[in-house]
């Protein structure tokens, strides 16, 4: 078990990373908490495959635990069914000192975050991911949101988790595309920091068939370090941690052109990270040696992503309303070189319009375009 520790200025957590832990580190952690009642948010396919799973981690603490069961997908993360936890929530007497395990993938824990953020305004919440994209990305941070038809995770708060335990047993249920999706966030930040989990992601490349626990720990661990000690100095993206947007700008366009429905968002930003390394390229800030270093190697990963016909006033209109973008322009992420990352600030849509029209000429693989 790998253990990391998140130190925000007046807040800290733990991080736990391993196999056949949560049993023991899970009780423990509630234990911290004067609480008489658990909520465990979690959503029908993860209920069907481990019914009941945390109660019975719980079982020997006596606590009340009640469970509710939410839709399962990245089209039901929106206010209607955040609704449904405020619901269950007053339904059940939760209050103040009520505590909250979000128990699922970045969809659950999004949504379980956001609604501890605000029901009583703010009681405590934990994580226990069960996707590879989750362990990564979405569990770790604070970011919390729900999706608009206009945009992804535009309405949403910042809140820190109490504490995340990362137990890896549950990635032996993911289908080998939710792996992938997964693997995307640990390739990002080995392109925008760290050019050595980089170089050992790709000779590791294997492990999304041979789930080597093993390496899957010491990526994921290099991994949520990066993200963590990004987040220690910027907590609300006042600079720094827009930097993890990298692969964003284009990622966050095509969830929300497709409606959140055909791609997973590790594939999205799969395509985006493509686009982003191509536009630093194209720009004249990447050498050509790390641009088909990072090409070669995202080629073999993303998915086509085919776009419905689009033009340049529904791109303009969607690229706009990310929670990125600044009124008329957009902090695009880019790189100088493996690990070496900036912000482009105040790019315009125009630009990365001709830029994506250069794209998907010369990458087809990444993304096409209906006529």
Same mark, same amino acid.
Request: charged share 20%.
């Given at each position: 078990m790998k253990t990391l520790e998140v130190q925000i200025p007046g807040y800290e957590y733990i991080i736990h990373i391993g196999t056949q832990i949560l049993d023991e580190q899970l009780p423990l952690a509630i234990q911290r908490f004067g609480t008489e009642l658990i909520v465990v948010v979690t959503n029908t396919t993860i209920h069907?495959?481990?019914?009941?799973?945390? #109660?019975?981690?719980? #079982?020997? $603490?006596?606590?009340?635990? #009640? $469970?509710?069961?939410?839709?399962?997908? &990245?089209?039901?993360?929106?206010?209607?069914?955040?609704?449904?936890?405020?619901?269950?929530?007053?339904?059940?007497?939760?209050?103040?000192? $009520?505590?909250?395990?979000?128990?699922?993938?970045?969809?659950?824990?999004?949504? =379980?975050?956001?609604?501890?953020?605000?029901?009583?305004?703010?009681?405590?919440?934990?994580?226990?991911?069960?996707?590879? @994209?989750?362990?990564?990305?979405?569990?770790?941070?604070?970011?919390?949101?729900?999706?608009?038809?206009?945009?992804?995770? =535009?309405?949403?708060?910042?809140?820190?988790?109490?504490?995340?335990?990362?137990?890896?047993?549950?990635?032996?249920?993911?289908?080998?595309? #939710?792996?992938?999706?997964?693997?995307?966030?640990?390739?990002?930040?080995?392109?925008?920091?760290?050019?050595?989990?980089?170089?050992?992601?790709? *000779?590791?490349?294997?492990?999304? &068939? $041979?789930?080597?626990?093993?390496? @899957?720990? *010491?990526?994921?661990?290099?991994s949520c370090r990066i993200k963590a000690n990004v987040v220690e100095q910027d907590e609300k993206e006042q600079g720094l941690r827009a930097t993890l947007n990298f692969g964003h700008t284009l990622g966050h366009f095509i969830e929300t052109h497709t409606n959140y429905t055909s791609y997973l968002h590790g594939e999205a930003v799969g395509a985006g990270m493509a686009f982003a390394t191509f536009a630093s390229y194209e720009l004249g800030f990447l050498s050509e040696t790390a641009y088909q270093d990072i090409i070669s190697f995202l080629e073999t990963l993303v998915p086509a992503i085919q776009l419905a016909p689009l033009d340049y006033s529904l791109f303009k209109e969607l690229i706009l309303h990310d929670k990125k973008a600044n009124q008329q322009s957009v902090h695009f992420i880019l790189i100088k070189d493996i690990g070496q990352c900036f912000i482009h600030k105040n790019t315009s849509p125009e630009l990365i319009w001709e830029l994506f029209q250069k794209f998907i000429e010369k990458h087809p693989w990444a993304c096409q375009m209906a006529t």
């Open positions: 069907a495959l481990y019914p009941f799973h945390i #109660e019975k981690c719980l #079982e020997s $603490t006596g606590l009340q635990l #009640e $469970t509710c069961i939410l839709p399962d997908g &990245e089209q039901y993360k929106n206010l209607e069914t955040l609704n449904q936890i405020y619901d269950f929530l007053l339904q059940k007497g939760a209050n103040r000192k $009520t505590l909250i395990i979000a128990f699922g993938g970045g969809v659950i824990g999004d949504m =379980t975050g956001f609604a501890a953020a605000t029901f009583m305004r703010g009681i405590p919440y934990l994580q226990v991911p069960t996707t590879l @994209l989750a362990d990564v990305d979405s569990s770790i941070g604070g970011k919390t949101a729900v999706n608009h038809l206009l945009g992804k995770n =535009t309405i949403g708060a910042f809140k820190q988790p109490v504490y995340v335990c990362m137990e890896l047993n549950f990635l032996k249920t993911l289908a080998k595309r #939710e792996l992938v999706a997964g693997f995307f966030e640990l390739v990002k930040h080995g392109i925008i920091y760290d050019a050595k989990l980089f170089k050992f992601l790709k *000779e590791h490349q294997e492990v999304l &068939e $041979t789930l080597d626990f093993a390496i @899957l720990e *010491e990526a994921i661990h290099a």
